[in-house]
Structure formats: structure tokens, C-alpha cells
């Protein structure tokens, strides 16, 4: 960090220092399991876990339950998205608005969503319909207040300056407000993906909806703790994956911010 | 004088308005899945005042708050070591970033099969969902400080140990801030994904169990309970850390907030 | 009292990549003023940072009072060009003042006492109760010299120290600096881009040329103690002036 190291050979370097830190946790979860240092029924050996993750891989039903798990994944984004952004757009813009709503938002954000599953259950039975609603409500609040961050965080000379060269309200909108509010969006819809996926792997846990989670435990219940393992390897594997596509977008919207160029910079 | 008071109470005439809306409203309808206010009001005095404080809430609220505590104790030393050694931050990157993404909840069986349903399960969840906020936030936290300040007490020959207390640990404590406070959210809603899938007594028990049975007004009340407990954990934490950062607050309001602060609080 | 001798400093893994500091010797006497006067970008910070041990030279070596500098040597103190970075927002004025002196084996007695000994000097008695932050910059400033002086140190090392207050506050602190030097009977070495405040501060002016390297070096006649006013109104502060704007200004000398 401190010495400027040419950066050719240090990115090399960098890559072999990851790959060996992985090679060390895998080593060593694979030594305890071979050894018997921890019990063979529970832990089978990293390599057979990932045996198993290859056959898995070239069978249907895994992405059968991939899919599942991120159909509700996707829809429930998309529906706190598109009632999120405009409201968040909206309260951002209008003060009066905001403080109206604010004590709402600072009550319902806390609320654990998971608290929700029953009364989802209820009114939506265990299917898809459930997951969603439960996903949608609970990424709502996070894209809401990135969305009104972002448009509240409108550098106010950027504004003046465009009043002043009589930009029309619509040119305002285009060209000051959603280039600078897209990156806090783009964080939001990030922090929701992670969420989205919490949810959606609880509602098949607990209540049985159908998707990676429930897979997970039917494969607990039924002894199969290799495959236990496997899937929930998936699962992290399904969560970075997620996380890195977002990460993309999100550097890419945020290439003019000062705090990312020094960061790129470091 | 009139017109500020207005002002002030503007944030409440939302929330008033809601509250009057549904209890108007729930009187007549005779919904099913939406009881009438009184009745939840009346369910909530008799559940909650206190006859089942002692065996629901007090052991979920003690299991979530050691949790936490245990995500703080680890979460920061493991960050500021990361944030301080290059070398230690490129190893465990991969595996961080896996972890991270790994939707705790699908943990669960994992835990189950290790720490059986007891008490050792449900904080191995909690933990392993809390500690990623702090953590990463501790990291960057640490990345952060100012080369001018470490220079500064390097110059004066202050110790690395006190360097770690006395400059790391402050100049780094609004990201670690950050980073608990997104954590407290995380753990209360793992608490009551983990007392969901197996557990005999606890808040997430409770509401599942009176959903499952159909009491809808007494899983009413356990809902409206989690709100709150939410709410005023969020509250007590804000409190805290006002009094921590003083001085940060101080300083912030004087140079132009950056938008990085904001857009990671996740 | 300090030696520079050969001083080249190289960043980077390659010895044959462009140096900050090449080839930089000078010495400062017991108890002098010396300003080190030059372009920004000439390599002036990468010097100190040598010479308060803070980096370590790729060539060549600095002796306080004999004795190599290897590290943060404890008889010196830096004075950082930002006020707002060098000082800890958290502590008040008071612990900032005497942080540093916690370490350094002096009684907590001794270390109130030399706290509030240099709050004095600077101006800034009964302020120790404040934050940093309470305080206007010419204020913090003070602060950052008042813990320099606490720490008692033969020499100060003072990287562009005023170069972010206001005119106004600038003249009041070279002043507040000129009487402490005398008080304290310490060394100063000044670096700055300023060439009045150079003339008006110093016994001696080094001019720095890009890589850092000695270009001019001159002493200052003037008599002390100096005055804002009629120092500056002297022929010979013009003539000063004149000499090194013309060396700073001058071409790189052929090598």
C-alpha cells in the first residue's frame, strides 16, 4: 500500500497470495476430516463435498432449485424496486413529503421482515407468491433510503449551476439527479440482493417453499450430510456471484465519484 | 410560532393517521387475518404484560445480545488486523468474500447437526451472519487512517500498541459504527430465523407456533412486539453511538459529507 | 548538530527509477534557523520524511548529533503541514498536547507541567478543555507547535507548517515561532514555498531543486530580533528577495 510497486507483477503476486490462502482453509478442513480430528458422520472431507457438488452440478435438479430460489429472488427485487425508486425519488425532492413519511420509515425499517413469514403464510400460502411478497417488503427499505440519500445528496451547486443556465426541469432530472442518485440506487439494489437471498433460503428453510433451502434440509433430514455441505456451498457460491455482478455495476455507475477514484488509486 | 410547531409534529400525523386508518377500519371488517386493533391490544396486554416476558423474550433477547457481543469481540481485532497487513487481507480475501455471501440461514442445519438445538446453534447462526458487517467495516475502518496522524505519533516515537488504541482504534470507530450498527439488525432477525427452525420457546417460536395454531391475535402481538424490540434496540444503539462520536459529528458537519460513508453502511 | 550527507531516495523496488531526493547533503548548526525553500513537487516532504526517520534513505545517511537517524529519533519533533490531519479530533487540546509525552518516560507530573507550560507559550493557556476542532486553524496550528515544544526536542522539523492559514494569521504565527525558537533554544529547520517568509524566518536559506538537491544557498544578514514591518522594508530583504527568486526560477543546472 505504502510503496508504489509496479503493477504488473504485484496483481501476479496478489493472485497467488488468494489462491494460497483458499489451498490453506481447504487443506485444513480436509487434514481434520481425513485425520478424524473431527467426526467422520459430520464432516466428510472437503474433496468429497466438492465430489459431490460436480455430480450435482451436471444434474437438473440442482438448477431446478436454483432457479426457484431465485425466481423469488427476482421478482421480489423487481416489485420493492419499482414501488421503492419513485417513492424514494419523490421524498427525496420534496421536503414536506419526507418529514411526513420519515417517522413510518424509521419505525418500519427495524422491523425484522422475517418477523412477517407467519402472517405471509397466512395470507399466501408456501409458494412463490410468499417469498416474494416477503422479499419485495424487505428490500423495499434499503433501495427507499439509498434512493433518497442519493437524491437528497445532489451536489446543491450542480443544481444551482443548471437553474442558472435555465436547464427545464426535465433536463435536470436526466442530467443531474439520476446520473448522481444511480450510484446510491446501485448500492441499494446491492445491499437488497444480499438480503433478497437471506430471505429467500428462510422462507425455504422454515416454512418448506420449495428452492435451494428446502433442498438443504431434506438433505439434513435425510443423513445426507455430504450433500448438506455441497448445497450449502452452492448457496455461497449463488450469494458472492450475486454480489460481484452488483459490485460491477455499481463501480462502473460510481466511476466519476471522488471517494472511488482514490480508492482505485489506492 | 405556531407554524414551527407544526413543523414539529409533521413527522407524527403520518403514523397517527395509519394507526386511526385500521382501527377504524379493522372494527367492521371482521377480517381473519386481520384482527380488529382493540382485540390485538387487548391480547397483546395479556400476553406480554408480563406473564410470558420471562420465558420468550428475556432468553431470545440474552441468546441475541451475546451474539452480538461475540460478533463485536471478534469482528474488530480480525478487521483492524486485516485492514493493517496487506499480506493477511489479499490471503483471506477469497475466503472472506465466500462467507460473507453465504446466506446464514442455510448455516442452520449445519448448526443443527453440530450444537444440536440448543442454545451453541442458534448463536453460531446469529454470529456467523452479525460479524461480516463489522468486520468489513473494521477493515476499511482501518485502511483508512490518516497517514498524516500515524506519521505524526510515529514521529513521536509512540509505541505500536498505542498507535492501535489511541489512533487506529478512534479514527477507525464511525466505520466500525457502521458496521455494528447494520450488524444489530442482522442479528435480530437471525434470531428469530434460528428460534423458527428449531426451538421450544423464544420470540420466533412464539409466532410461528400462534400462526401455525391460527391464533392470529396473539401472533399479532408477538409481530407488533419484534417491531418494537427492533425499533428500540435501533434507538438505544443511535444513542450510543452519538455519545461515541461526538467528535466526529463535530468534525463531519464542518468539511462536505462524502457519499462513501453513506453508500457502505449496508 | 545534524548532517546530511549524500541523502538519495528512491521509491519503488527499482534503484534506477527517477530518485525523489538525489545525492542531498547540507549540515545545520546547534541552535540555527534554516529554511529550505522550493517548488512544490522537488521532493521537499520525501527529505524530511528522511529526515525525521520516518522513511529510510535508498543511499546515504542523516547524523543527529552524531548519531545515525534510523528512526524517529527522540530529540526531534515535525511540525505537519496540515493541522486538520496531524491533530486527533478525539482528544481535547490538552491530551493532544501531551499524548506523545505519555511515552516517553517523562512522569505524568512533568508531562501536565510541560503541557501546560507550552499551551502558555503559544498563546493558548486555559484553551486545553476544547477540541481541536473548536478552533480556528491558525488556533490548531498552535496546538500542533505547542506539542512539538512539550515534547522538548533540539530540533523541529517544520514541513510548510503555515501554508494553510490565512495571511493574516501567517504573520502572528512566524512571529510566535521566531520567540519560541529563542525561548527554547532549539534548532529549526523550516521548509516552505515562500520566499519572504523563508527571508524573514531564517539564518540561512537553502534553495531545493527538483530531484531534491541543494541549488543556492545563502545567509540571511538580517539583524534580529526582526519585525514584520521594518524587516521587510530593508534593501536587503528586496536584494534577498530578488537572488532567490532568480535561483528557484533559474533552469535545472546541466548535470
Known sequence: MRSSVSPAPARFTDLGIRIAGVCTVLAVFELTARTGLLPRAWFPPISEMYLELGKLAFGWPLWVEIGRTLSGWALGIGLAAVLAIPLGIALGTNNLAYRLSKAVIEFLRPVPSVALIPLAVLVYGTGLEMKTFLIAFAT????????????????????????????????????????????????????ASAIALVLAITAELVVGAPGLGQAIIVAQSGAN???????????????????????????????????????EGR | MTRRIGYLLLPAILPIAVLLGYGIWSIPAQNFYFPPLPEIIGFFRDIWLFDRIG??????????????????????????????????????????????????????????????????????????????????????????????????????????????????????????????????????????????????????????????????????TGIILLGILGFLLNAIFLRIENRVLFWHRAVTRKRPTKARSEATDA | ???????????????????????????????????????????????????????????????????????????????????????LPWM???????????????????????????????????????????????????VAIARALAYKPRVLLMDEPFASVDAQTRTGLEDLLLDVWQRYEITVLFVT??????????????????????????TVPLARPRDQLTTKQQPEFGQLRAELFNALDAQPAPA
Open chain 1, 140 to 191: 423495499f427499505w434499503p433501495i427507499l433510503l439509498q434512493t433518497i440519500y442519493g437524491v437528497q445528496g445532489v451536489d446543491p451547486v450542480a443544481m444551482d449551476t443548471a437553474r442558472c443556465y435555465g436547464l427545464p426541469q426535465s433536463a435536470r432530472f436526466t442530467q443531474i439527479i439520476a446520473p448522481s442518485a444511480a450510484p446510491f440506487i446501485a448500492t441499494g439494489l446491492r445491499i
Open chain 1, 225 to 263: 450430510a455430504t450433500r448438506m455441505y455441497a448445497l450449502i456451498i452452492v448457496a455461497g457460491l449463488l450469494g458472492w456471484a450475486l454480489n460481484s455482478c452488483f459490485q460491477f455495476v455499481e463501480r462502473r455507475l460510481l466511476r466519476w465519484h471522488p471517494a472511488q477514484r482514490g480508492e
Open chain 2, 55 to 220: 420465558s420468550d423474550l428475556v432468553p431470545s433477547l440474552a441468546r441475541m445480545l451475546s451474539a452480538y457481543a461475540i460478533s463485536i469481540g471478534l469482528g474488530v481485532p480480525i478487521g483492524l488486523a486485516l485492514g493493517f497487513s496487506r499480506l493477511l487481507r489479499t490471503a483471506c480475501e477469497p475466503v472472506v468474500e465466500f462467507l460473507r455471501a453465504l446466506p446464514a440461514p442455510a448455516l442452520i442445519p449445519f448448526a443443527l447437526l453440530i450444537f444440536g438445538a440448543g442454545n451453541g446453534s442458534k448463536l453460531f447462526v446469529i454470529v456467523l451472519g452479525a460479524i461480516w458487517p463489522i468486520l468489513l467495516n473494521s477493515l476499511d475502518g482501518a485502511r483508512g487512517v490518516d497517514r498524516t496522524q500515524l506519521d505524526m505519533a510515529r514521529s513521536y516515537q509512540v509505541p505500536r500498541l498505542a498507535r492501535l488504541r489511541h489512533i487506529v482504534l478512534p479514527a477507525a470507530s464511525p466505520r466500525i459504527f457502521a458496521g455494528m450498527r447494520t450488524s444489530l439488525a442482522i442479528a435480530l432477525i437471525l434470531m428469530v430465523v434460528s428460534e423458527m427452525v428449531a426451538s421450544s420457546h423464544g420470540l420466533g417460536y412464539f409466532v410461528l407456533q400462534a400462526q401455525r395454531s391460527f391464533a392470529i391475535p396473539e401472533m399479532w
Open chain 3, 1 to 87: 548538530m545534524l548532517d546530511v550527507s549524500q541523502l538519495r531516495k528512491v521509491y519503488g523496488p527499482d534503484p534506477n527509477a527517477p530518485p525523489a531526493v538525489a545525492d542531498l547533503s547540507f549540515t545545520v548548526a546547534e541552535q540555527e534557523f534554516v529554511c529550505i525553500l522550493g517548488s512544490s513537487g522537488c521532493g521537499k516532504s520525501t527529505m524530511l520524511r528522511c529526515l525525521s526517520g520516518l522513511d529510510s534513505p535508498t543511499a546515504g545517511e542523516v547524523r543527529l548529533r552524531d548519531r545515525r537517524v534510523t528512526k524517529p529519533p527522540e530529540e526531534m519533533a515535525f511540525v505537519f503541514q496540515d493541522y486538520s490531519r496531524s491533530l
Open chain 3, 92 to 142: 481535547k487540546v490538552r491530551r493532544n498536547v501531551s499524548f506523545p509525552l505519555r511515552y516517553k518516560g517523562v512522569g505524568n507530573r512533568a508531562a501536565d507541567d510541560a503541557t501546560e507550560e507550552a499551551l502558555d507559550a503559544v498563546g493558548l493557556a486555559g484553551k486545553g478543555d476544547l477540541y481541536p476542532w473548536q478552533l480556528s486553524g491558525g488556533m490548531q496550528q498552535r
Open chain 3, 193 to 218: 514555498h515562500d520566499i519572504d517568509e523563508a527571508i524573514y524566518l531564517a539564518d540561512r536559506v537553502l534553495v531545493l531543486r527538483a530531484p531534491a538537491q541543494i541549488r543556492h544557498s545563502t
